[in-house]
């Protein structure tokens, strides 16, 4: 019978993702055949599938630690933010609607036989499966009909193993408060513990283990120092992006600047992650109407799940008025699924697929005009750009055409089985671009010629390198501090 083992946290980004991770890679490296699973998850970084659907990054990266492609049974129910209380439902891979919270709350219950539908067939292909939890698992309020934590555990008649965090304080309480307010069945549950992201000396906090322990009865699995090459993975959380390396020195010999406004759905941000790890480059976040440097070679507006509502939010920061100004100077601009769909000349939403159904005028940088709707398009693309031919693979996750002058200077061009189409804009002079292509700087080749038109060279190596190698030694890492041995035990 194919085990699993369900990690649950005290709370939000306690480290539940990266430590599924890390022992996918673990016991695929052992020979083991695992497969990641996450009944629900709220993202909106998002991946695409073989089998035609869109995950959650982190269940994309899960997967490829178990070395196995990633499928839409990973993340059967996905989450995508639209607004404060509202986000686009994804089942099994598609679109099924939106809804406000509240709502969601009374139709979670119709949405678990899909989640344990494809539990069932992650089974059938693995011999264990490990199951994230979301958020926290404490979150009596939400209980009722919940599909994401314990709901999902009793349901499935998974054990669960809970995850604190001990480097944000209080761990001994959110470890020992989870046990003391969660119904009693729901702690049966729980099997063991796991204390992450320790800093400093682990003898410090054996006696807090030994409490844990003694108060809860669960079985300490582990005290797991802080993973510090866990920015080198793509994060789930936009959150992960003020966790960037520090800046490189201004007096550096070879720098060239890239400056990302952080609007507030940004989505599908791991399209930076590559050039954070490249030496010459000096990624900027901009965040809360931050000023765009002075000095900036490139500006990327990345996608996002609210277009018309983002592009409000950049014209109230008045990143607009720095933007124009950057390209009157002579700056870069590079516009990626949403953003290329703010450079042009205007938005239209007719059905309110995002938001309120509208029209919103553009930044005018690209001669297009684009209208959300129609199916969306979730595939890998290969092919490369058309005014220096060299080549890119990545993946197309859209809704809507985009249409005018501007796309007869397409920025790539892509295969199409036995034909080709091109795709996106690029303005007369050639310092504004934009692409539904997500996956550039990922791709080694695409990234180097970025770097070389800012005046830089490429020094990070492969980048599909070295995230297999830091998913290696992520394993390592929680095989020298994890009781693997006992967790295994603890599955059924």
Known sequence: MTRALMFQGTGSDVGKSLIVAGLCRLLANRGVSVAPFKPQN???????????????????????????????????????????????????????????ARDYQSRK???????????SRLRESAEIVLVEGAGS???VNLRDNDIANMGFARAASVPVVLIGDIDRG?????????????????????????????????ALFAAGMAFVAERTGWAALGLVPHFANAFRLPAEDS?????????????????AKIAVPVLPHIANFDDLDPLKLEPAVELVMLRNGTPLPADTDLVILPGSKATIADLAALRAARWDIDILAHVRRGGRVLGLCGGY????????????LEG????????GLLDVTTTLGGDKSLVAVTGKTVADGVPLAG???????????????????????????DDGAVSPDGRVAGSYVHGFFADDRQRARWLETLGVPSAAGSYEAMVDATLDALADHLARHVDVEKLLALSR
């Open 42 to 100: 709220m993202s909106n970084n998002a991946a695409v599938t073989a089998d035609g659907g869109e995950i959650g990054r982190a269940q994309a990266l899960q997967a490829r630690a178990a070395r196995i492609a990633p499928s839409v049974d990973m993340n059967p129910v996905l989450l995508k933010p639209q607004s404060e209380v509202g986000a686009q439902i994804v089942l099994c891979g598609k679109v099924i609607g939106s809804a406000g």
């Open 109 to 119: 219950a119709l949405l678990m036989p899909a989640v344990l539908e494809s539990f």
């Open 137 to 139: 698992a404490s979150e």
């Open 170 to 202: 209080g761990v001994i309480a959110s470890l020992c408060g989870t046990a003391a307010v969660i119904d009693p069945a729901d702690a049966a549950l729980i099997r063991g513990f796991l204390v992450n992201k320790m800093r400093g000396d682990p």
């Open 239 to 255: 959150m992960a992006l003020d966790g960037l390396p520090a800046a490189r020195p201004p007096g550096a010999a070879q720098r």
């Open 341 to 352: 769909q703010m450079l042009g000349r205007a938005i239209a939403d007719p059905d309110g």
């Open 356 to 363: 309120l159904p509208g029209t919103a005028q553009g930044l």
């Open 395 to 421: 993946y197309e996750m859209h809704m809507g055409r985009t249409e005018g002058p501007g796309t007869r200077r397409p920025l790539v061009r892509l295969d199409d089985g036995s034909s080709s189409r």
